[in-house]
């Protein structure tokens, strides 16, 4: 073109390795997602055996610091509010173990599993096709237990906001929580809302500015994180995960148009797969007894989409 | 191949002439040309008046522009025109010029989608191949990336656009209109330095924008030089608090905002180039916002100034030009014009 342009003035980009706040300064981190807000990290909290999620919310640099302060802290102890509500009536997701709104970080029981999407993908990798599963088939009661997780969520009030196939977890193998023995977690266990930490070691972690060190019984290091995926992966409990999008609301709307937002999903990353979907809804819509009426406004808002029709 | 713009979708007309030589060679602006309607400060433009004002012009302006570029009517090929989204009036006062024009000389139209012409015209002079676009306007507020032969809308407004936020909260405080009201808050708020709290709405990849402007009501209020000081609005240091610094927090917010949408989209779609388009990418504070997003996500942004930025008839000859050697021309029946068009109902033929 024949004319200059007026690009401004942006430093030659570079790694930003973000310090992270006390006591994480020296902590073992493996970087696991970037996402907008957040950096989500695998690390250890208050043993060096006790592995967690760390999601840290950076100060933002182009934000005024007085806004990004606000805003740090209001959308992380949402978050967490959600969670401990969550807990609280007995859905799965993973435990707050600790936070600072202060600094914006928080600790997270770590759950060990794949996403849905990996389940999905892995099974896709190992010879099934979407189409024509039959009837006995694993990936018809993940599709159920995935209808029935959120339904829970959306039954005690709390719609997530960012539904996807990644925001689904499947919880594998020996239950990963503390506090709990009983060995390789099956299906029949899933309904049952689970105590997990001893209630004295969140609370304390939850309210005192520097996490107190507690005597916790000697555990096993934590297995590897699971690599190949294989069939048995579609058993174990749904477990939702990132919730910094949740709103607390009864809303048919909100909750069909969280509904919208994992069929899209669904579509955008399993292509074939809208059967299976069905049974996703299928069982939502007996999972509680709202689900009926959400799923018929989901007709309508799959009618005009997420979007409304621009103006102007 | 040579292309005549018109633009006239809000209360600019713009006409431009642009020549893309051959597939590999840049395009070359032969003409750009623009001219504002004017209002009083604390008033808007109403769409009947700027409809006239168009209409005064749109000749003057055509007959310079294809002098300027020193061409002969024979060479132009097509006659593109803005078919919408925008203000109903103007927008059939620029489509019955470039009807008239078409029979006239007897060329071929071409009605182009005002969004995907800013974004085209970004994409050309800044040479971002696949960018996130960040599309910010009087009357726009998207966040779109390509994919599969469409622009789709990842975030947009809940309400109002930016800039139509940016001109209203402009009035409410009577800063003048000359040269545009985003303009004049940008350099006010380079003199605040308090920052006042003002809703701040992001809702995943939405914004929403109308609670400011209620504020703003509110807190122009508190800050007449008429009230006895001791009811006038002070930071927490008893400080007073001035319209710059009502600018300056504005500001803030609103980009802060934008910045974060565009961020989200981002990492949605695992892009790292951002283009920001549309009236109030012109604005440095937004630029530098954006810059320092980039910066942290080891990727770029890129932005064109306000000869670019600022509706133009360029970018629609630009984008219609594209449209036309796909084999696209609209039929002088079909040439009509809509207040509602959106960026995903264009089919681009013309991207990979």
């Known amino acids: ?312 | 191949m040579i292309a005549l713009g018109l633009e006239g979708s809000a209360n600019k007309i713009g006409i431009g002439l642009i020549s893309h030589p051959s597939a590999n060679e840049p395009p070359i602006v032969l003409s750009n040309l623009r001219h504002t309607y004017p209002t009083p400060p604390g008033e808007g433009f109403l769409p009947k008046d700027t409809a006239i004002h168009h209409r005064a012009w749109v000749v003057r302006l055509i007959k310079q522009a294809v002098r300027q570029a020193g061409v002969k009517i024979e060479d132009i090929d097509c006659i593109c025109y803005t078919k919408g989204p925008g203000m109903g009036a103007p927008l059939q006062s620029v489509a019955l010029a470039a009807r008239t024009l078409s029979l006239l000389w007897g060329k071929p139209l071409v009605g182009v989608n005002h969004c995907v012409g800013h974004i085209e015209m970004g994409r050309a002079i800044t040479h971002a191949s696949n960018p996130v676009v960040l599309y910010v306007s009087g009357g726009n507020t998207q966040v779109i990336a390509y994919s599969a032969q469409r622009y789709r809308i990842f975030g947009e407004t809940l309400d109002i656009a930016i800039g139509n936020c940016i001109d209203r909260f402009a009035r409410t405080l009577m800063i003048p209109n000359d040269p545009f009201p985003g303009y004049n808050v940008e350099q006010l708020a380079k003199k605040g330095k308090n920052l006042v709290d003002m809703p701040y709405a992001v809702k995943g990849m939405d914004a929403s924008f109308s609670g400011i402007l209620a504020a703003a009501d509110l807190l122009a209020a508190q800050i007449d030089e008429n009230l006895p000081l001791e009811k006038r609005l002070k930071t927490e240091d008893g400080e007073l608090v001035t319209k710059a610094d009502l600018c300056f927090s504005l500001q803030e917010t609103i980009y802060a905002m934008l910045v974060e949408i565009t961020e989200r989209a981002m990492a949605h779609v695992g892009s790292t180039q951002v283009l920001v388009v549309g009236g109030v990418g012109s604005n440095k504070r937004l630029q530098q916002m954006m810059g320092l997003m980039a910066r942290d996500r080891r990727g770029s942004v890129f932005a064109t100034d306000e000869r670019f930025c600022i509706d133009n008839g360029i970018m629609i000859a630009h984008a219609g030009l594209l449209e036309f050697k796909t084999g696209v021309t609209t039929k002088l029946e079909d040439s009509t014009c809509t207040q509602r068009f959106r960026t995903d109902e264009v089919f681009v033929g013309w991207r990979d």
């Open chain 1, 1 to 312: 073109m024949a004319t200059a342009t007026d690009t401004p003035a942006t430093p030659p980009p570079q790694h930003t390795i973000h310090i992270l706040p006390a006591p994480f300064t020296h902590s073992p981190l493996t970087l696991l997602a970037q996402g907008a807000e957040a950096l989500v990290y695998r690390t250890v909290f208050l043993t060096p055996h006790t592995p967690c999620v760390l999601k840290y919310r950076p100060p933002k640099p182009y934000r005024h610091p007085i806004l990004d302060k606000r805003l740090t802290k209001a959308r992380l102890l949402a978050e967490a509010r959600v969670l401990v509500k969550c807990r609280k009536d007995g859905v799965t997701v993973p435990a707050v173990l600790g936070l600072d709104a202060e600094n914006g970080w928080m600790v997270l029981e770590w759950v060990e599993g794949g996403s849905v999407r990996g389940v999905l993908d892995g099974w896709v990798a190992g010879g099934g096709r979407f189409e024509g599963v039959e009837a006995g088939n694993g990936v018809w009661g993940l599709m159920r237990r995935i209808g029935r997780a959120v339904g829970r969520v959306h039954d005690i009030g709390v719609c997530h906001g960012d539904l996807t196939t990644s925001n689904l977890m499947v919880r594998t193998g020996a239950s990963a929580v503390r506090g709990e023995s009983e060995g390789p977690q099956t299906q029949t266990q899933m309904q049952r809302p689970k105590r997990l930490t001893p209630s004295a070691l969140r609370e304390a972690a939850m309210t005192s500015d520097a996490p107190p060190v507690f005597e916790l019984p000697p555990e096993e290091p934590p297995p590897p994180p699971s690599k190949a995926q294989s069939t048995s992966d579609l058993e174990g409990d749904i477990v939702l995960i990132d919730f910094g999008l949740a709103t607390q609301t009864v809303q048919d709307e909100d909750r069909a148009v969280d509904l919208y937002v994992l069929e899209r999903a669904f579509a955008a990353t399993h292509p074939g797969a809208e059967a299976l979907f069905q049974e996703v809804l299928r069982s939502y819509g007996e999972s509680y007894k709202g689900g009926r009426s959400v799923l018929r406004k989901l007709e309508d808002v799959r009618l005009r989409g997420r979007k409304r029709s621009m103006l102007g």
